[in-house]
């Protein structure tokens, strides 16, 4: 299909005609003869421009307007090299490049808000502020600084680590001192490396504190667990979202249910894994005992009613940023309406990360995605965005794509991964 016709110069005024609204909280079908964005929000439908000077208008020509997808789990600084933590010793220089890299491959598939749930030390976050200030383009982040664990913790290698109550309570301070909208705590072992990724880490008390600090300075806390122990108390710490639950049991989905708590499943991150990638042995033996029971636990949690968000892992082994819509698909193989699977990647997301995001609607951010059907059903087209519209912005999508394409070698250096151009 051709580009539709651009009129006008100003940038702050556009406006869209002949297309359909996924409008509101119930992402309602609504044809629309314009829809009007200025100042970076989205003012209404058919309100005419008014005395406004020659904004940019476009001809949709029937298209499918809707809030911009949300990826709540990132990891900006990373490449997805099949050694993922490797990336952290490429230095800072091409760490920051790849946050500049990954922000502008989310805006392509049409991925206008992320997550950062951990990275080495605080440069999402600056990349974040970048971002805010129109600086650089790139999606919205909503950033955790560096992930809280413990000694001997997953990610321990990396992370913050504190033991005891009040070294948390320190390190929840550092991370928002340092800019964190968010924090990150490991309440059990992990998949990608060593050790049990079942084993709980923190106390009751430890996860308590963190939650407290964390809430009274107005940031949401998301916690990384995977089996029932970790998942239970970091639901009686009071956290905001839990991260994969990769080997829950039915207390832990009824525990989820009654919180009302947000589960973000990552389900997909596991797909490529597979002996012989250059991926380290022992993640390549946990990821394959767990990818079954991964998909059957996020199976029942989706029979069980528990409130889903979708994430991604991004970042990490052979799991390049993009891969949004291959988590929305797996949701709806495992029981999910391609409706509710749209929905976890805006309403639901952008419930979870905080703020007005997720929701197309007056006064709202002016995040879209526009697609040429319609995706609650079929999912499809969100692969294809025919364009992305950020804080009111319309991207350049070829322009992305070729600097993308450009910066493709020096982020993934030898790794050869295909990062940013490997999605279809």
């Known amino acids: 299909m051709s580009e539709p016709a651009v009129q006008g110069r100003r940038r ?19 044809p629309f003869e314009t829809l009007l964005i200025e100042g970076g929000r989205v003012v209404g439908m058919d309100v005419g421009a008014g005395d406004r000077d020659d904004p940019v208008v ?73 971002v805010a200030g129109g600086q650089i383009v790139g999606p919205r982040v909503i950033a955790a600084g560096r992930p809280i664990t413990t000694t001997g913790g997953h990610f321990a290698q990396y992370g ?66 995977h089996t029932r122990d970790g998942v239970l108390t970091a639901l009686k710490a009071g956290v905001d979202t839990i991260e994969h639950a990769a080997f829950a049991d039915e207390e832990t989905l009824e525990a989820l249910v009654s919180a009302r708590a947000t589960l973000v499943p990552t389900v997909s991150a596991l797909t490529p894994i597979e002996p012989g990638r250059g991926i380290p042995a022992a993640t390549v033996e946990k990821s394959l005992r767990a990818r079954p029971l991964y998909r059957d636990s996020t199976r029942r949690a989706i029979a069980a009613g528990v409130t889903i968000a979708a994430g991604t892992d991004a970042g990490t082994a052979l799991n390049p940023i993009g891969g949004l819509v291959d988590e929305l698909e797996l949701y709806v193989a495992l029981g999910m309406t391609p409706s509710d699977a749209v929905r976890s990647a805006t309403v ?25 059907e319609n995706p609650t059903e079929n999912l499809t087209v969100l692969r294809r965005p025919r364009h992305v519209i950020s804080a009111g912005r319309l991207i350049d999508l070829d322009w992305s794509r070729r600097t993308v394409a450009e910066m493709r070698e020096v982020v993934t250096g030898s790794a050869g991964t295909g990062t940013g151009g490997s999605r279809t």
């Open 160 to 225: 913050r680590i504190a033991d005891g109550p009040d070294a948390v309570r320190l390190a929840v301070r550092e991370q928002i001192a340092g800019g964190a909208r968010v924090i990150k705590l490991m309440a059990t072992g992990g998949i990608s490396t060593p050790g049990d990724p079942g084993a709980s880490q923190f106390t009751l008390e430890e996860l308590s504190v963190a939650v407290d600090e964390a809430h009274r300075r107005g940031a949401k806390v998301a916690a990384h667990a």
């Open 12 to 30: 702050d005024a556009l406006l869209l005609r002949g297309g359909t609204a996924l409008w509101g909280d119930a992402l309602e079908p609504r």
């Open 348 to 372: 639901t997301a952008g419930r979870a990360i905080g703020g007005e995001l997720g929701v197309l609607a007056p006064d709202r951010p002016a995040d879209l995605v526009v697609v040429d």
């Open 58 to 130: 476009m001809d949709l020509d029937g298209a499918y307007v809707l809030p911009g997808l949300i990826d709540c789990h990132v990891h900006f600084d990373l490449a997805a090299h099949p050694a993922a933590y490797e990336h952290y010793g490429a230095g800072c220089l091409v760490r920051s490049l790849t946050a500049v890299h990954n922000g502008l491959v989310a805006l392509t598939y049409g991925i206008t808000a992320v997550r950062d749930l951990g990275s080495l030390d605080h440069g999402v976050i600056d990349y974040a502020a970048k």
